[in-house]
């Protein structure tokens, strides 16, 4: 069943979660940015807070309403909670080899946009991790560099949530229309102070998100990615694209879906050694380290390496996308390298016939 | 628990050149599941780090046998291990060869990649060629062995001579332009370095084996062996798993195309 809460109702499901065991886990402005933290109350929401982005460009900016869930994506994303940036696998002593233990809280995460929803289903096909309770919020307000549209997951809200909120403020007030996903979602909703929903509260929501979606800043080509990466992978556009590209990983480290991990190993002085991953980035010289040298040393090897996966041969890989619309690469990059422009002139040069270095 | 070692102990370490050792490895109380010929292993030194090296026997009685020649810290460390010392296991990971419908066997090795190739070689075809190739005689690995192969049709060459070779100089795919094969009857592993793999393919294919029938051994980065690092990609393939045994057909375009 639908419920509408206020502000009350949003800070009794932080409360509700919190007393059932979750470290619950939402926006929070810190260093002028939107970032991921514990939350101990809904007052530790971004209230009234957004964000301007572009290429290279990010910025909070105050907003002219209260809204708690009014901005884009921000640096981090829900990656760094399943899938640590680094995290011990494995010790051995004299005794032998022990397993890490797993001591991942049990996390639940407030205000996942639906882009980041469908980013935790890839992340969750290749990282095993414990399932967070996971309260999205639909989109009505998309970011300058959002494409989710385009790639299926969002502004509305896919499977995977165990309630989604929609934010509203007009005349009426603030409010958030709460759907349950799963029982669990509407075990807690049960639980909070709110009102039964109207036909028009679902319809108001409805078209929220049908408007963000028209809103949508940018798209990626409507072409087969996979067949126009795989078809490209000789095209002189990578050397263009390596022209700007400094190699830096941004990209890969905002990425919600970038997996990729290194192995590294520590010693103490009384023989113990650990074996722990951190993320790693394909944009590292050493990632295709062999014997004879690394593999891809040019920029235009890695950023089509980065490129290619995210888009073509992460559907070879994993049967689906690894690219979920979020824009993050985009506002990161300190060169500005939109990914949508880059598989728009791809997809050009392949229309009159390639264009081959 | 698969990124979690099994303990291994080092029975016997057989000098085979002078940069590679073979390593006879005996679980220390649980073992591995059986290898295939072409599957590999990851192999843990002790504070140092794993790297991922092919069995080069497979003897049947759960000893694992690995070739390593030593390139770097790890395999360094590997190649060193003495007798008694304990090394950490995971796998078996990978592909293996594919030996099925097997009529002539052609068996082409560079190098340290005659030693996923051993194990095919310890069970040969009705008709089985070998060419093995090596920069110097010292470089040629297990050579007592493979002076004494029954029934199989063996060919040596290094890329340098000294004073005592009187074998063949030069690659290896001179002899395979030049070795009677029957194209429609013969199927061909090659492993070692991928322009030998590469040419060697052309050479086949020149001569109509046809592109199904020849399997390489690639090569990239592996960190964890069970597609989760993301190292080993080439192209669509995560080698760790998709490999290291891949068809010519697959793996043809991504050897051609620079730093894939």
């Given at each position: 069943m639908n419920v509408v809460l206020g502000l009350d109702g949003l800070d009794a499901l932080v409360g509700v979660l919190r007393e059932e065991g979750?470290?619950?886990?939402?926006?929070?402005?810190?260093?002028?940015?939107?970032?991921?933290?514990?939350?101990?109350?809904?007052?530790?929401?971004?209230?009234?807070?957004?964000?301007?982005?572009?290429?290279?460009?990010?910025?909070?900016?105050?907003?002219?309403?209260?809204?708690?869930?009014?901005?884009?994506?921000?640096?981090?994303?829900?990656?760094?909670?399943?899938?640590?940036?680094?995290?011990?696998?494995?010790?051995?002593?004299?005794?032998?080899?022990?397993?890490?233990?797993?001591?991942?809280?049990?996390?639940?995460?407030?205000?996942?946009?639906?882009?980041?929803?469908?980013a935790i289903a890839k992340l969750r096909q290749i990282v095993a991790s414990k399932l967070p309770f996971v309260v999205a919020a639909q989109c009505t307000e998309p970011g300058e560099v959002c494409f989710c549209t385009?790639?299926?997951?969002?502004?509305?809200?896919?499977?995977?949530?165990?309630?989604?909120?929609?934010?509203?403020?007009?005349?009426?007030?603030?409010?958030?229309?709460?759907?349950?996903?799963?029982?669990?979602?509407?075990?807690?909703?049960?639980r909070l102070p709110g009102r039964v929903a109207t036909k028009q509260d679902v319809a108001l929501a409805e078209q929220d998100v049908a408007t963000a979606a028209r809103r949508m800043g940018r798209a990626l080509p409507e072409v087969d990615l996979r067949d126009l990466l795989a078809a490209n992978?000789?095209?002189?556009?990578?050397?263009?694209?390596?022209?700007?590209?400094?190699?830096?990983?941004?990209?890969?480290?905002?990425?919600?879906?970038?997996?990729?991990?290194?192995?590294?190993?520590?010693?103490?002085?009384?023989?113990n050694a650990e074996r722990a991953e951190r993320w790693a980035s394909c944009f590292e010289i050493d990632f295709s380290h062999l014997h004879g040298g690394a593999v891809r040393t040019s920029g235009a090897a890695?950023?089509?390496?980065?490129?290619?996966?995210?888009?073509?041969?992460w559907h070879d890989q994993f049967g689906t996308s690894g690219c979920v619309g979020c824009g993050r690469c985009i506002a990161w990059c300190p060169a500005g390298i939109d990914i949508t422009e880059e598989a728009a002139a791809l997809s050009q040069t392949t229309e009159h016939g390639g264009e081959r270095r | 628990m698969t990124w979690v070692p099994t303990p291994y102990r080092v029975a016997t370490r057989t000098v085979e050149t002078h940069d590679s050792a073979t390593l006879a490895l005996r679980p220390v109380a649980e073992s591995l599941p059986a290898f295939r010929p072409g599957q590999f292993a990851m192999l843990y030194a002790h504070g140092v780090g794993e790297v991922p090296i092919s069995v080069s026997a497979i003897p049947g009685d759960g000893t694992l046998v690995h070739t390593v020649r030593s390139v770097g810290a790890v395999s360094r460390a590997l190649h060193d291990a003495a007798p008694g010392t304990v090394i950490g296991v995971r796998g078996?990971?990978?592909?293996?060869?594919?030996?099925?419908?097997?009529?002539?066997?052609?068996?082409?090795?560079?190098?340290?990649?005659?030693?996923?190739?051993?194990p095919v070689l310890a069970h040969p075809s009705?008709?089985?060629v070998f060419i093995a190739g090596a920069r110097t005689p010292q470089d040629l690995l297990y050579t007592a062995e493979l002076s004494h192969l029954s029934g199989v049709d063996t060919v040596l060459t290094v890329d340098h001579g000294d004073h005592d070779w009187n074998g063949r100089i030069g690659f290896v795919t001179e002899p395979l332009a030049s070795i009677p094969l029957d194209p429609d009857r013969t199927t061909a592993l090659l492993c070692g370095p991928e322009p030998m793999m590469r040419f060697c393919a052309r050479t086949l294919l020149g001569r109509g084996v046809p592109a199904e029938r020849i399997q390489v051994s690639l090569e990239r980065n592996m960190q964890c062996g069970i597609g989760l690092c993301g190292h080993c990609q080439l192209g669509p393939l995560l080698l760790c798993r998709s490999g290291p045994v891949v068809g010519y057909p697959v793996a043809e375009p991504l050897l051609l195309t620079r730093e894939l």
């Amino acid at each position: 069943m639908n419920v509408v809460l206020g502000l009350d109702g949003l800070d009794a499901l932080v409360g509700v979660l919190r007393e059932e065991g979750h470290v619950v886990i939402g926006p929070v402005l810190r260093d002028d940015a939107i970032t991921l933290a514990e939350l101990s109350s809904a007052a530790d929401l971004p209230s009234g807070w957004g964000v301007e982005t572009g290429p290279g460009h990010y910025r909070v900016r105050e907003r002219e309403d209260a809204a708690v869930f009014g901005h884009s994506a921000g640096p981090q994303s829900w990656k760094r909670f399943l899938h640590p940036p680094r995290r011990t696998l494995v010790s051995s002593d004299s005794t032998g080899f022990h397993a890490a233990r797993d001591d991942t809280p049990d996390y639940a995460f407030l205000g996942v946009r639906p882009c980041d929803l469908a980013a935790i289903a890839k992340l969750r096909q290749i990282v095993a991790s414990k399932l967070p309770f996971v309260v999205a919020a639909q989109c009505t307000e998309p970011g300058e560099v959002c494409f989710c549209t385009s790639m299926g997951c969002g502004p509305g809200a896919g499977d995977g949530y165990d309630i989604a909120l929609t934010e509203r403020l007009d005349a009426d007030g603030h409010r958030f229309l709460a759907t349950p996903g799963t029982e669990a979602g509407a075990a807690v909703l049960d639980r909070l102070p709110g009102r039964v929903a109207t036909k028009q509260d679902v319809a108001l929501a409805e078209q929220d998100v049908a408007t963000a979606a028209r809103r949508m800043g940018r798209a990626l080509p409507e072409v087969d990615l996979r067949d126009l990466l795989a078809a490209n992978r000789d095209s002189a556009h990578w050397e263009a694209v390596a022209q700007r590209c400094l190699t830096c990983g941004n990209c890969t480290m905002v990425c919600p879906t970038c997996f990729c991990v290194s192995v590294e190993d520590t010693t103490d002085l009384d023989g113990n050694a650990e074996r722990a991953e951190r993320w790693a980035s394909c944009f590292e010289i050493d990632f295709s380290h062999l014997h004879g040298g690394a593999v891809r040393t040019s920029g235009a090897a890695r950023y089509r390496q980065w490129m290619t996966h995210k888009l073509g041969t992460w559907h070879d890989q994993f049967g689906t996308s690894g690219c979920v619309g979020c824009g993050r690469c985009i506002a990161w990059c300190p060169a500005g390298i939109d990914i949508t422009e880059e598989a728009a002139a791809l997809s050009q040069t392949t229309e009159h016939g390639g264009e081959r270095r | 628990m698969t990124w979690v070692p099994t303990p291994y102990r080092v029975a016997t370490r057989t000098v085979e050149t002078h940069d590679s050792a073979t390593l006879a490895l005996r679980p220390v109380a649980e073992s591995l599941p059986a290898f295939r010929p072409g599957q590999f292993a990851m192999l843990y030194a002790h504070g140092v780090g794993e790297v991922p090296i092919s069995v080069s026997a497979i003897p049947g009685d759960g000893t694992l046998v690995h070739t390593v020649r030593s390139v770097g810290a790890v395999s360094r460390a590997l190649h060193d291990a003495a007798p008694g010392t304990v090394i950490g296991v995971r796998g078996p990971f990978g592909t293996a060869w594919r030996l099925d419908d097997v009529e002539d066997l052609l068996v082409v090795a560079g190098g340290i990649g005659l030693a996923p190739l051993r194990p095919v070689l310890a069970h040969p075809s009705k008709r089985t060629v070998f060419i093995a190739g090596a920069r110097t005689p010292q470089d040629l690995l297990y050579t007592a062995e493979l002076s004494h192969l029954s029934g199989v049709d063996t060919v040596l060459t290094v890329d340098h001579g000294d004073h005592d070779w009187n074998g063949r100089i030069g690659f290896v795919t001179e002899p395979l332009a030049s070795i009677p094969l029957d194209p429609d009857r013969t199927t061909a592993l090659l492993c070692g370095p991928e322009p030998m793999m590469r040419f060697c393919a052309r050479t086949l294919l020149g001569r109509g084996v046809p592109a199904e029938r020849i399997q390489v051994s690639l090569e990239r980065n592996m960190q964890c062996g069970i597609g989760l690092c993301g190292h080993c990609q080439l192209g669509p393939l995560l080698l760790c798993r998709s490999g290291p045994v891949v068809g010519y057909p697959v793996a043809e375009p991504l050897l051609l195309t620079r730093e894939l």
